[in-house]
Structures are given as C-alpha cells and as structure tokens.
C-alpha cells in the first residue's frame, strides 16, 4: 500500500481536511521522463562532437596531404632550379676568362659573359698564342683551331668550331684581321 505525503502544514492544521497529496512514486515518475530526455539530449550533444571532431580529424588529414604535395613539389622544383644553377655555373664566363688572361695590345675585347668578340688587328705571334690559351681555357682545341685561323682567307667567309659548352666563328681579311667570335652553347 502506498503511503500518502502530506505537507506539514496539513499536519499542522490537525488532520485531514479531504485534500489528498500525490504519492512519493508519482514524483519520481515524473521525473524520470526528465531524466530520459535530458540523456537523449546529452546523448545527441556528444555524439554530434564526436561527429564535429571527427570531420575536423579528416578536414585536417587532407589538409596535412595537400600540405605535403606542395611541400614535395616545392622540393621537386628546388631539386631542378638546383640542377639548372649548377649547368649555368659549370659554363664558362667569356668576358672573366678574356679579362684573366690579358690580350695584348693588338686584340680588342668587348661583350659579356654569354658573347664575346675578339678582333686581332695584325696576327702576330703574341696575339695568335693569347687566342690558342684562350681557347684552351674554354674547352676548345685550340692548337687545331689556331691552325684552321691562320689557313682561313677572305674569301672562305665565316669559319666555325665548338667544344662542349662553347662555340666560335671568325672571319679573315688582310685589311681588318681576324674577327672571331665566341658565344657559350646552352
């Protein structure tokens, strides 16, 4: 049998005035439908987190694997601008190397590092074997080519020669010299 709660001030009042107060498991039945819900709504609150974070997880995954194509693409074109720079350092500089070995008097120098044009006004001696050292220091033959300048006319027109990373043109007339000129392949 279910016991009846009563508020002290019915008791006060001294006795029963007709008026009936709700059992104790009424209450706690009313309560529990609370309960219920506030657990399905904390229940839903932590799974949508979980779902929050876990696509916070994936979005910062994907982000870290973009960031590490780029970071290996980065790495790719530093690995070519590094391959390029070394092919451009390995080529020789026309006008340092002309500077270096000091052409005599009777050669004129002018042009830069890519192309360089040497005239030598009377062919002599001095100036043939500053042309041949010249021509060694670039990788170029230069004994053989020395010899195809001299044997070179005016009217054989403009003659040629490479090396590997160099290449030379020149021209001979008795009234201006020799014209040559070199220019760096690549």
């Not at 059992?23 to 799974?47: C, D, M, Q, R, Y």
């Not at 190397?97 to 001696?125: I, Q, Y």
């Not at 006319?153 to 040629?160: I, N, P, V």
């Amino acid at each position: 049998m279910k016991q009846d709660i009563r508020t002290s001030a019915h008791r006060e009042n001294g006795g029963d005035s007709g008026e009936r107060v709700a059992p104790a498991s009424s209450w706690a039945g009313n309560l529990t439908p609370w309960l219920a819900a506030t657990v399905v709504v904390l229940a839903t609150v932590i799974a949508v987190l979980f779902f929050v974070v876990a696509q916070e997880r994936g979005e910062a995954a994907d982000l870290r694997d973009e960031l590490d194509l780029a970071e290996a693409e980065l790495a790719a074109r530093d690995e070519q601008a590094a391959a390029v720079q070394a092919e451009e350092d390995a080529l020789p500089d026309l006008e340092e190397l002309a500077d270096e070995t000091e052409a005599p008097g009777t050669v004129e120098v002018s042009g830069d590092s890519d192309s360089l044009t040497v005239d030598v006004f009377f062919p002599g001696e001095s100036s043939l074997d500053w042309l041949e050292e010249y021509m060694d220091e670039l990788g170029l033959n230069g004994g053989t080519i020395r010899q195809r300048m001299g044997q070179t006319r005016a009217l054989d027109g403009t003659q040629e020669a490479s090396g590997d990373d160099v290449s030379v043109t020149w021209t001979y007339h008795p009234d201006d010299g020799l014209s040559a000129v070199f220019s760096v392949d690549g």
